[in-house]
């Protein structure tokens, strides 16, 4: 079976109508106003404050990690690195158990 081009195109711009009595411009009638959407605004301000804060702390931090890098002795360098380490698996295994617990 074809079907002929023009006559899809026909059928495709022409606007269907169902009769409703007017039942779909009342709903839309009686609906709400939309409300603004904040969430752009809260990301550009959280985001900007963001920026504000790395570029004000940042410097600063390099700088004395880097000083207490020189500073430090290697068997502190290792056990602050082990520390980090037990640290970051213990965080994630409560936020494994936190989501395990709310599927």
Same mark, same amino acid.
């Not at 603004?36 to 809260?42: K, M």
């Given at each position: 079976?074809?079907?002929?081009?023009?006559?899809?195109?026909?059928? /495709?711009?022409?606007?269907?109508?169902?009769?409703?009595?007017?039942?779909?411009?009342?709903?839309?009638?009686? #609906?709400?106003?939309?409300?603004?959407? #904040?969430r752009?605004?809260? /990301?550009?301000?959280s985001?900007?404050a963001?920026?504000v804060?790395?570029? #004000? @702390? #940042?410097?600063? +931090?390099?700088?004395?990690?880097?000083?207490? /890098?020189?500073?430090?002795?290697?068997?502190?360098?290792?056990?602050? /690195?082990? @520390?980090?380490?037990?640290?970051?698996?213990?965080? +994630?295994? @409560?936020?494994?158990?936190? @989501?395990?617990l709310?599927?």
């Amino acid at each position: 079976m074809t079907i002929d081009p023009d006559r899809l195109d026909e059928l /495709l711009e022409k606007e269907p109508y169902l009769d409703d009595g007017g039942f779909s411009a009342r709903v839309m009638d009686a #609906l709400p106003p939309r409300r603004r959407d #904040l969430r752009p605004l809260v /990301l550009g301000v959280s985001s900007a404050a963001a920026a504000v804060t790395a570029l #004000l @702390v #940042l410097p600063g +931090a390099v700088q004395a990690g880097l000083q207490a /890098l020189t500073a430090a002795s290697l068997p502190a360098l290792a056990t602050g /690195l082990l @520390v980090g380490v037990a640290a970051g698996l213990a965080a +994630a295994s @409560v936020v494994g158990m936190v @989501v395990a617990l709310r599927a």
